[in-house]
């Protein structure tokens, strides 16, 4: 199996002058292309920081991060713009998508940004409504969708870029249990059927007994890593 | 690229009433900042073309030292043969040869300093039209004795009207006083009362006759047919009669063409202190718009929105919104401008009479020329550069991790 994602003895100090907090306290963590990944642990464990070293939002206080066989930690503000870009998908908790685009459009934007053709764009575009059913919602904007329509969609954008992983901070913790059942369902049919490698965080318990392989954080360190 | 263009289109219209307002201001703004400038530009054009055709001509010859001393006896030698000359050219519409001295007149009231011009009433209608300036009696039509055309400001001091007698003295060729008697035949008034008070108008044979030997000409004013002819017939003229001083009317009266160039000026800074208020409204604006949308922004940048394109879209939002209020303003000040050139603006209500004093006409037709509008698009774009700058650096600020974060 190919590994995506690996990370070396990764650690995040935060405030290190005032009052240091270590959010992160040396992970090493690997993701094999096309595995269903819940990171758990209670609040404060360390979830979103580690999905930020990961995405190369944030940049680690020591360690490294590689994706594929990029180490990504190396690189510079603008390449990591980029390699953000061509490599990751995001989809967070809210804010996902600009206001002032359609469904369509929002999905065609990272395509935009990655100059692919028209044609390319307008296809796959309709292709990835369609997988997350929202193709009668093509020319609506953000406000006029529900909260897991719009999460639907922010999926689909970030499929769009056809990443090398996908990550969510807490994909459902704004849904209701049937949209957050059908975000979930749509996510492992992405997984199943196109090998999509998704790297997710949650509370949420019955977002936990869809996953493959969950990891544990407390602390900021892995108490448990199982997968099933 | 394109998609950053639509994007920025339209987050101009997500906050409707924000923008609404600073497109308001840019549009009220330019809208007086544009009418200002017509009413002054028409002002300034018609002096100029007053100044042309109503009082200097396109250009002037003189003897060199008469310019100097101002007496007759520097007068323009074989001035009948340069007439025929000139009169002859394509490019001449008319010439006006006149024989002037600087003297004094006195009535039975006062005494006064004047300068008394020779014309020939024909040649001087050509060139200045100056029948139409005589407001009371006539324009050397009757053919009585020495008639004089004196200006009204002087007549109304002097307490003369048509048919008043008036005693001129001034030096002749040979420096000579000489005193004579004049009728009043008329009286005149131009936009120009400062020199109406000065200037004395005489049949020119009049005055040959009394200052003597032969007949002098001092002055040759030259009407071109076209203002664009000017440097060739000068240069033409200068080659064949070098030893005349061969003017232009810019270098007769520079004021009149610094004045075009400084009014030119003048309205630009207006404008740009009307689009430099404006900018800080804007800058305002963005600044609001920044900081809203700060999670969008982080959002933006941490799915691959690399930071030209975030600086680009804060500026071309900024640019849009500047513009769609400019173009706006411009249609209402172009808009007002053009509706009134067709009567003029009437301005004797507010200036009264210092406007024609300063030898200005009441009515003034605004005008506005393209080198104006083309001066003020690129003034816009600046004020939208400026005001945009700070906001889309702002924008970059933003850490995605941060802007994400924030609940
Ligand atoms: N920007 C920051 N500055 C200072 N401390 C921070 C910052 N971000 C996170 N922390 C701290 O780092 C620790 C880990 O936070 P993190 O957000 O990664 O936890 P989490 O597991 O995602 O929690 P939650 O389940 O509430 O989302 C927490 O103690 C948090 O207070
Ligand atoms: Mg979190």
């Not at chain 1, 290190?16 to 690997?30: F, I, K, S």
């Not at chain 1, 994909?171 to 790297?199: G, R, V, W, Y």
């Not at chain 2, 050219?89 to 006064?112: N, W």
């Not at chain 2, 039509?141 to 005693?167: C, F, H, Q, Y």
């Amino acid at each position: 199996m190919t590994k995506v994602i690996r990370t070396e003895n990764l650690t995040k100090v935060y405030n290190h002058t005032v009052v240091p907090v270590h959010a992160l306290g040396g992970v090493d963590l690997e993701v094999e292309k096309g595995e269903f990944t819940a990171i758990i642990g209670p609040s404060g464990s360390g979830k979103t920081t580690l999905l930020n070293m990961i995405g190369g939002l944030d940049h680690p206080t020591s360690g490294r991060v590689f994706v594929g066989d990029t180490e990504m930690t190396a690189l510079k503000e603008s390449k990591l713009i980029d390699f953000r870009l061509r490599n990751i998908g995001f989809v967070f908790q809210s804010y996902n998508l600009i206001p002032v685009l359609t469904a369509k459009e929002n999905i065609s934007f990272i395509m935009l940004l990655q100059k692919r053709s028209k044609e390319e764009m307008e296809a796959r575009a309709i292709q990835l409504l369609q997988e997350v059913g929202l193709t009668d919602k093509a020319d609506v904007r953000p406000q006029k969708l529900s909260g897991g329509q719009q999460q639907r969609v922010a999926v689909a954008r970030a499929l769009a870029s056809r990443p090398q992983f996908v990550l969510a901070d807490e994909p459902t913790a704004n849904l209701d249990t049937q949209s957050a059942f059908n975000l979930l369902d749509i996510m492992q049919k992405l997984n199943e059927e196109e090998h999509i490698t998704l790297l997710f965080s949650t509370h949420d318990q019955r977002v936990i007994d869809r996953a493959r392989r969950v990891i544990k954080l407390v602390d900021g360190k892995i108490a448990s890593d199982e997968r099933r | 690229m394109n998609g950053i263009v639509k994007i920025s289109w339209r987050n101009v219209w997500r906050n409707k009433r924000r923008s609404l307002v600073i497109l308001m201001a840019v549009a009220l703004g330019l809208w007086g900042g544009i009418f200002a400038t017509g009413l002054a530009t028409g002002m300034v054009t018609q002096r100029f073309r007053i100044a042309i055709e109503r009082q200097i001509s396109h250009m002037q010859i003189h003897h060199p030292k008469f310019i100097d001393y101002d007496e007759v006896k520097y007068h323009i030698p074989e001035a009948a043969e340069l007439v025929s000359h000139l009169s002859s050219d394509d490019f001449v519409m008319s010439v006006s040869a006149r024989t002037m001295a600087s003297g004094m007149v006195a009535s039975s009231a006062i005494t006064a300093g004047v300068q008394i011009i020779g014309v020939d009433a024909e040649q001087e209608r050509a060139t200045t039209r100056f029948d139409e300036f005589v407001v009371d009696g006539d324009y050397f039509t009757d053919a009585g004795r020495n008639p004089v055309i004196v200006g009204k400001r002087l007549a109304d001091k002097m307490k003369i009207e048509p048919g008043s007698r008036l005693v001129l003295t001034f030096p002749d060729m040979q420096g000579e006083i000489v005193r004579a008697s004049f009728r009043v035949a008329g009286i005149y008034q131009t936009t120009h009362t400062q020199l109406d008070e000065l200037r004395l108008y005489v049949r020119r044979s009049d005055l040959q006759a009394l200052v003597g030997e032969g007949e002098p000409v001092n002055e040759i004013a030259i009407l071109l047919n076209d203002v664009e002819h000017l440097s060739d017939v000068i240069a033409q003229l200068k080659n064949r009669y070098p030893e005349l001083s061969i003017r232009s009317y810019a270098e007769i009266s520079p004021e009149v063409s610094y004045m075009q160039e400084m009014a030119g000026i003048t309205y630009l800074v207006i404008i740009i202190i009307i689009l430099l208020a404006l900018a800080f409204g804007l800058l305002n604006t963005m600044l609001m718009t920044v900081y809203e949308r700060t999670r969008e922004l982080g959002m933006l940048m941490a799915v691959g929105m690399n930071k030209k394109r975030v600086f680009l879209m804060v500026m071309l939002e900024t640019t849009f919104l500047t513009f769609t209020g400019a173009i706006v303003g411009i249609l209402l000040g172009g808009g007002t401008v053009w509706l009134t050139a067709r009567n003029g603006v009437d301005l004797s209500g507010v200036g009264g009479d210092t406007l024609t004093d300063f030898g200005y006409d009441a009515v003034v037709i605004p005008e506005l020329h393209t080198s104006f509008f083309l001066n003020l698009v690129i003034l816009v774009l600046c004020t939208s550069f400026l005001a945009s700058v700070y906001p889309a650096f702002k924008a970059l600020k933003m850490r995605p991790a941060e802007a994400i974060r924030k609940d």
